[in-house]
């Protein structure tokens, strides 16, 4: 008696698709469309909603009157020293968060002497609120610019060391064992491993942080400012003039823009191996 033959097995085969492609390219003309969209169409809501007076305009202003107040402030308000200030703030507090952020997490992530040594200070002193330090921070170094770079430094700092040690914990033993294989000494591995390999990383964990130094700038600004963009938005609160403050707030964003996408091609033209690793 003869079995029957099992039924030919069916395959199901993946679709191709355009939008929800997984890693698989994207066309550029599609791309462009769909930033277009996701900037004008909120623009059209809040024009919409502003013009036809849905919320009054002293909260919602229309963004025409935004762009008038904008460059009023930059003709009569001299807005642009104001710019320049908080850009040097945090610019200052930036710099001294990478100094002592990257160092810190490179160390953690090498060594598990260090990491258990920094951790849980790191892991601690992160959950406290910067703001619960500006008190003690005007206490230690008075109201002048050094207490602004300090409260932009604390904002990021800890976040620097503890991206920066996971991007080295994910590096594969594989290459450190190899590199101790052809003799590497200790500091061999460390310094031609380890930093090269992590460096993709490190410079992604700084283009990222960076938003959040402009974050704390408010915060930092609010410590007897004069100037800056965080001043000017509290100073515009005060007087309930919204539009003031939400070209402020614009502005503040289209600088990041700005700054996030010169990062981005400034760390391609250094790393592009990486760049062609991601893709």
């Known amino acids: 008696m003869t079995t029957p033959e099992p039924a030919p097995r069916e395959y199901s085969y993946l679709k191709p698709s355009v939008f929800w492609s997984i890693r698989q390219g994207f066309p550029r003309w599609l791309s462009l469309l769909l930033v277009g969209l996701a900037l004008i169409?909120?623009?059209?809501?809040?024009?919409?909603?502003?013009?036809?007076?849905?919320v009054p305009p002293m909260f919602l202003p229309t963004p025409a009157s935004v762009i008038d107040a904008g460059i009023k402030m930059f003709t009569d308000e001299n807005l642009i020293v104001d710019v320049?200030?908080?850009?040097?703030?945090?610019?200052?507090?930036?710099?001294?968060?990478g100094i002592i952020g990257v160092p810190i997490g490179l160390a953690m992530g090498t060594f598990y002497s260090l990491d258990s040594l920094f951790a849980p200070i790191?892991?601690?002193?992160?959950?406290?609120?910067?703001?619960?330090?500006?008190?003690?921070?005007?206490?230690?170094?008075?109201?002048?610019?050094?207490?602004?770079?300090?409260?932009?430094?604390?904002?990021?700092?800890?976040?620097?060391?503890?991206?920066?040690a996971d991007a080295v914990k994910f590096i594969p033993n594989e290459m450190i064992n190899v590199a101790y294989t052809?003799?590497?000494?200790?500091?061999?591995?460390?310094?031609?491993?380890?930093?090269?390999?992590?460096?993709?990383?490190?410079?992604?964990?700084?283009?990222v942080n960076i938003s959040g130094a402009w974050n704390f700038l408010v915060i930092a600004e609010l410590v007897a400012s004069q100037n800056g963009l965080g001043f000017k938005?509290?100073?515009?609160?005060?007087?309930?003039?919204?539009?003031?403050?939400?070209?402020?707030?614009?502005?503040?964003?289209?600088i990041g823009l700005v700054?996030?996408?010169?990062?981005k091609w400034s760390f391609q033209q250094l790393t592009p191996w990486a760049d062609q690793i991601r893709h």
């Open 122 to 164: 790191v892991g601690t002193v992160r959950y406290m609120p910067v703001t619960a330090f500006v008190p003690l921070i005007v206490i230690w170094l008075g109201l002048e610019e050094p207490s602004k770079i300090l409260i932009i430094m604390l904002g990021v700092v800890l976040y620097n060391a503890i991206m920066v």
């Open 41 to 54: 169409v909120p623009l059209l809501l809040w024009m919409a909603i502003s013009s036809l007076k849905l």
């Open 233 to 254: 938005i509290i100073q515009a609160q005060r007087f309930l003039q919204t539009d003031k403050v939400l070209f402020c707030i614009a502005l503040i964003g289209i």
């Open 259 to 263: 700054i996030d996408y010169g990062l």
């Open 182 to 207: 052809l003799g590497a000494t200790r500091r061999d591995v460390v310094f031609k491993v380890i930093i090269p390999a992590a460096f993709p990383s490190v410079l992604d964990t700084l283009r």
């Open 84 to 97: 320049l200030a908080s850009s040097t703030r945090v610019l200052a507090g930036f710099v001294v968060a």
